[in-house]
């Protein structure tokens, strides 16, 4: 298996044949080969081969958290920008205010950032979010930190692995959006480490043991801030 | 048109020390841009050429929009020093077909219908020009793409045959093109040998268009290997790390 060494591909690598593999995300079907469509990994899991993007565009998924900048106010609702090919709608039923129409700009406007989830996605990729869920608001401080939305589950870490790790090591508030926009709200001090170590976690997203040279660095970082 | 250079002396060596069917020298070096989502940029003989592509991003304006596949938006630019005497800055005839011929060509290979009502920007900067720009800005393209992550089907390579001197040869010098008999720029999808563009300046017999489309192909194979390399090149290091 794949698991020792990590293969990068490029788009138009045959990575298999198709009758003993299934093609699985970012890769196509042609002549019974299986072809990768876009630079990445390659993921063997169960028969599938998978092709997890090295960069990349965020594809928004239904479900998803996201953080997202309000590019427009218009009558009946937002328009956000999350990262993603084309702008989300927001409607004013999705809020958690009683907004009356035509009075959108008094609670957003554009530069506004915001935290909201993937409410539907059409076929023509229009999307709408919605900021109606738990734990979802305006984002009034704090600052946000863009990376590469492939490497968020890295940076989340094994069932939030990484996330509590540096909740546990530096005071802060921290959301990660699946678009590759992170939140962070602390003391300017901690905010610049907190983006230090989320520079180091991107820079060595595809190394293994990765989170506990972090939990070192972390470690370390408390040490010296304590001396 | 009739000159005075031997474009091919005695010895069947051709102005720069090149055999017939021999390439000029080439080095490309993928993401070398960070406000891009993707670049490279392309040393070729005396050309050089920087890609940029961003995207896919909403097509502006709104009445460009597709809303069954991204559009590709690919912008063919000379420097003004880019050549001896000043080229006047902005598009003209020449640059608004190379744009026109390379989106198409990119087009063709981008799965494009997974971005509905997308824009993809690929913007050419040549630099530098020493004949075959088309087929330089192609083939950095071809690699900006992919550095950028966008889904395709193929990277595309590009590579000129020509016939000089009554000879049919690959990939044109500057005098060669300038003084020759014809040009023929092709660009192929390598892994299928599909065409995605093809041009002819000049004259060539039928025999010889078939045997400078073999040339120009096995030089874009060469070429594709070239592309592949300086990708894996760019990410592999990342991945030993420690």
């Known amino acids: 298996m794949h698991d020792e060494k990590r293969e990068i591909v490029f788009p138009s690598q045959i990575l298999g044949d198709a009758k003993s593999n299934k093609a699985g995300k970012g890769t196509f079907i042609e002549n019974g080969n299986i072809i990768s469509e876009r630079l990445g990994i390659l993921n063997k899991n169960s028969n ?29 609702g937002w328009l956000v920008d999350i990262n993603a090919p084309s702008p989300a709608f ?10 009356d129409f035509g009075a959108t700009e008094k609670y957003l406007n554009s530069g506004d950032s915001l935290m909201a989830k993937v409410l ?26 863009e990376v590469e939305p492939s490497k968020v589950p890295r940076i989340i870490g094994k069932k939030g692995s990484m996330i509590s790790l540096i909740k546990k090591y530096i005071r802060c508030r921290i959301f990660v959006g699946q678009n590759g926009r992170i939140w962070v709200d602390a003391k300017p001090e901690n905010i610049e480490r907190v983006k230090q170590i989320i520079d180091k976690i991107e820079s060595e997203a595809i190394t293994f043991g990765l989170t506990n040279r972090i939990e070192e660095l972390l470690k370390k970082d408390v040490r010296n801030v304590q001396e | 048109m009739k000159s005075d250079i031997n474009l091919i002396d005695d010895n069947g060596k051709r102005l720069d020390g090149r055999g017939i069917d021999d390439l000029r020298n080439i080095k490309i070096e993928a993401g070398v841009l960070h406000r891009a989502n993707g670049s490279c940029y392309l040393e070729w003989g ?72 997308a824009s ?44 000089i001197a009554g000879k049919v040869v690959l990939d044109l010098g500057k005098e060669e093109d300038n003084y020759g008999d014809a040009d023929l720029p092709v660009a192929i999808s390598p892994r299928t040998d599909e065409i995605l563009l093809l041009q002819m300046d000049g004259h060539l017999t039928l025999d010889e268009f078939n045997q400078a489309m073999d040339y120009a192909i096995k030089g874009c194979h060469i070429i594709s290997e070239i592309q592949k390399k300086a990708i894996l090149e760019k990410y592999q290091p990342k991945m030993e790390g420690q």
């Open chain 1, 48 to 76: 599938y081969l998978n092709v997890i993007p090295l960069k990349g565009r965020y594809e928004p998924v239904v479900g998803d958290f996201v953080i997202g900048i309000v590019e427009e106010a218009l009558s009946a």
């Open chain 2, 120 to 163: 993809i920007d690929v913007n050419i900067e040549v630099l530098d020009a020493e004949a075959g720009t088309r087929c330089a800005g192609l083939t950095a393209a071809g690699v900006a793409l992919a550095d950028a992550g966008i889904p395709m089907k193929d990277i595309p390579a590009a590579c000129a045959a020509g016939k």
């Open chain 1, 120 to 145: 539907k996605i059409d076929e023509q990729k229009k999307m709408q979010v919605t900021m109606k869920d738990r734990n979802l608001f305006k984002m009034n401080d704090g600052n946000i930190i």
């Open chain 2, 46 to 117: 005396g050309n050089k050429v920087l890609v940029a592509v961003y995207g896919p991003r909403e097509a502006i304006p709104r009445h460009t929009q597709n809303s069954l596949r991204a559009i590709v938006n690919a912008k063919y630019n000379m420097a003004a020093f880019s050549v001896e005497d000043r080229k006047r800055p902005g598009p003209d005839r020449r640059s608004k077909e190379i744009s026109k011929v390379i989106s198409e060509a990119l087009e063709k290979i981008i799965l494009t219908e997974q971005f509905p009502r």
């Open chain 1, 90 to 99: 927001l409607h004013t039923e999705e809020v958690p205010w009683n907004v």
